[in-house]
Every structure is written in structure tokens, then in C-alpha cells.
């Protein structure tokens, strides 16, 4: 099936950097004619009435009140992740257009991120790797201590279905865990990964050997970790960001870490993305950055193309879309 019998599915390019993946092609083919953003402009009279749904892969197309005025059938969004700050969710709904996430695709992926960074930090990963390539394995022991992660607290803020999965890998880690939520988890969910809730932020980073922080970025969580915040956690404790780099002051980060208010941070968002080539932050040792890779393994990343999908026929189809995302 082509053109004239499947629905128009626009998407910003094929490949490239932030292109949806070349092998999820033929499966989107299967369901929808795509459109390229390329295609779109090129003949835009004639797409833009075409276009029934937009799968947006790492933000891209922008989606703004002109690019919506201009599709008069556009009936859903699809988002290739769970964050939707990139959205203006009112914007998009004052059109009709309904909305949709992938929270199941991303879940283990990007939990496996945060221990990877949280594993990494701890135990000098990269620093270690520098002095494997160039010194040919000289170096003092004190260059490479680093601490340990059995027994030690992690404080989980956001304990969402990621928040949840990381408390997973903690406990097999044999660490304690804390953390915090808008509400919380019932009391079995909490027994199995042995969670104790907190009330408040604060008392969750007072005794965190490590605070990951996977919260939405909203208006309610921008900065939501700033010089207070860093001065309650202890001098040895290690801040681990996969959420959104609003979600941290990253000038007190900067501050934080040069003046050993916190040990060290390990981050894969910033602001922005990337950083500058001479921010501060990428010069400091006690700091690992990695480039969003929360997400990104092959079978989640298909996972995710597989239940955009699910929630685009859902809504072409007039059914409840299984991971629909309301404007708050
Ligand atoms: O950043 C990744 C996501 O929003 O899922």
C-alpha cells in the first residue's frame, strides 16, 4: 500500500543524527505513508492534508502553532521518549491533536543508564580508562580509590516506572535505598526492592551516599536541585542525573563540585545538549557526562517505534491510546 491508502505519518528525516532509524522504516511503512519534513516543504499543499499523525524522534520536527495550523488532519503526536518538555502541551491540544508518550519502551534502558553512570562514578570508570590509554597502567593507588556501592544509600527522587527499575538494580547491588515521589509507592512495591519512602527531599539527601534524580522536567521540578539542596547532601555523596538538565542549577553544580560540597557527578543531561566545548563542567575530573544516552539501546529504541505506532492507530482508530499524555 502507498500513497493514497495509508495514513500520512510525518516524521523530521530518515538517518542522520537525529533522523528516526533506518531500520524501523519498513515497519512504519507497514502502518503509514511517511512523509519527511524534506518531502513536506517541498510539496506542501498537497502533504499537509495528508499528515494524520507526527512521530517525533529526539524533539524533532518542532512542532509550532504555524506547522499546526497547517495540517488540518492531524489527529495525534506520538513521542519517541517519555519526556514531553519539549512539547507545549496546551498548544497542541488547543488543536484537537491528541498526545502520546513510551513509557513502557523506555523503562529499562534508561534505568540500566543511571546504574551505569552511578557503577561508573563510583569506581572511576573513566578516569581509569584515561590512565589504561596513556600512562600504561602507571599511577598512584590513591589516583584510582573509589566507593563502594554495597551497603552504601542511594536516594532515588522520582520513583516512577524508571525511578522503580533502578531501585531494582540497587538492591541487587545490596545498597539501601530512599527515595521520594509526589505520591507514594504501595507498601508491597516498597518491600520488594526494600525502599523506604521520604516525605521530603530533605531528608532523603542528608543521608544518600548517591542521588539520582528522574523526575519530569515541569515547571514544579525546574532547578529542583540547587545550592541548597547540594550543601544537604553529604561532602562524600554523588549526584547522578538521567531526568533533564533544567532539573539541576548546573552553576551550582560547577560551584559544588570545584568547592567539595558534594564528591562527584555523573550526568547524562545538561544544559544544553551538548555543552559548550569550554564549559566548565566537562574540565572538572569528578565529573562523567554522557551524551542522553538514557534510552538508547537497539531493542528500545525499536520498542519505543513499536508503541508510538500502537498509540497512533490508537487514536486514527478513535480507541483510548494506551500511553496518552493529557496537558496538566
Ligand atoms: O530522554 C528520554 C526520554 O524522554 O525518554
Same mark, same amino acid.
Given at each position: 500500500m502507498g500513497e493514497g491508502e495509508l495514513p500520512g505519518l510525518l516524521v523530521d528525516? @530518515? *538517518? &542522520?543524527?537525529? /533522523? @528516526?532509524? #533506518? *531500520?524501523h522504516v519498513a515497519f512504519l511503512k507497514k502502518h503509514f505513508y511517511l512523509i519527511t519534513m524534506k518531502e513536506f516543504l517541498e510539496d506542501r499543499k498537497r502533504m499537509s492534508k495528508k499528515v494524520q499523525a507526527i512521530y517525533l524522534w529526539w524533539h524533532k520536527p518542532v512542532i509550532d502553532q504555524e506547522l499546526l495550523q497547517s495540517l488540518p488532519n492531524l489527529k495525534v503526536i506520538a513521542n519517541s521518549? %517519555? &519526556?514531553? =518538555? #519539549? !512539547? =507545549?502541551l496546551k498548544l497542541v491540544a488547543s488543536f484537537g491533536v491528541k498526545m502520546a508518550n513510551a513509557p513502557r519502551a523506555v523503562s529499562s534502558s534508561t534505568a540500566d543508564t543511571g546504574m551505569a553512570l552511578l557503577l561508573a562514578s563510583a569506581r572511576r570508570l573513566v578516569e581509569g580508562y584515561h590512565i589504561a590509554v596513556s600512562s /600504561?597502567?602507571? $599511577?598512584?593507588e590513591a589516583d584510582i580509590l573509589g566507593v563502594e556501592v554495597t551497603g552504601a544509600t542511594l536516594g532515588i527522587i522520582g520513583m516512577g516506572s524508571i525511578g522503580y527499575k533502578i531501585a531494582l538494580r540497587a538492591k541487587a547491588f545490596e545498597m539501601n535505598i530512599l527515595y521520594h515521589n509526589r505520591t507514594r509507592r504501595k507498601e508491597q512495591e516498597e518491600r520488594a526492592v526494600g525502599a523506604t519512602y521520604c516525605e521530603k527531599i530533605d531528608g532523603l539527601l542528608q543521608r544518600a551516599d548517591f542521588v539520582m534524580v528522574v523526575v519530569s522536567l515541569t515547571p514544579q521540578t525546574h532547578? !529542583? @536541585? *540547587?545550592k541548597r539542596e547540594m550543601e544537604l547532601m553529604k561532602p562524600t555523596a554523588t549526584l547522578i542525573n538521567i531526568?533533564? &538538565?533544567? %532539573?539541576?542549577d548546573q552553576e551550582a553544580l560547577v560551584t559544588a563540585l570545584q568547592t567539595g560540597v558534594i564528591r562527584a557527578a555523573a550526568l547524562? %543531561? +545538561? $544544559?544544553?545538549?551538548? !555543552?559548550?566545548? =569550554?564549559?566548565?563542567l566537562l574540565k572538572l575530573k569528578n565529573v562523567i557526562i554522557t551524551p542522553? !544516552? /538514557?534510552?538508547? +539501546?537497539d531493542k528500545a529504541t525499536y520498542m519505543i517505534t513499536e508503541e508510538a505506532v500502537e498509540n497512533i492507530l490508537a487514536a486514527l482508530n478513535g480507541l483510548p491510546i494506551p500511553s496518552e499524555v493529557l496537558p496538566s
Open positions: 528525516e @530518515i *538517518g &542522520g543524527k537525529h /533522523g @528516526i532509524l #533506518h *531500520g521518549g %517519555v &519526556g514531553m =518538555d #519539549h !512539547l =507545549d /600504561g597502567m602507571e $599511577y598512584s532547578k !529542583l @536541585i *540547587g531526568s533533564r &538538565g533544567a %532539573v539541576v547524562d %543531561v +545538561t $544544559y544544553p545538549e551538548p !555543552l559548550p566545548r =569550554d564549559h566548565t542522553h !544516552l /538514557g534510552i538508547k +539501546t
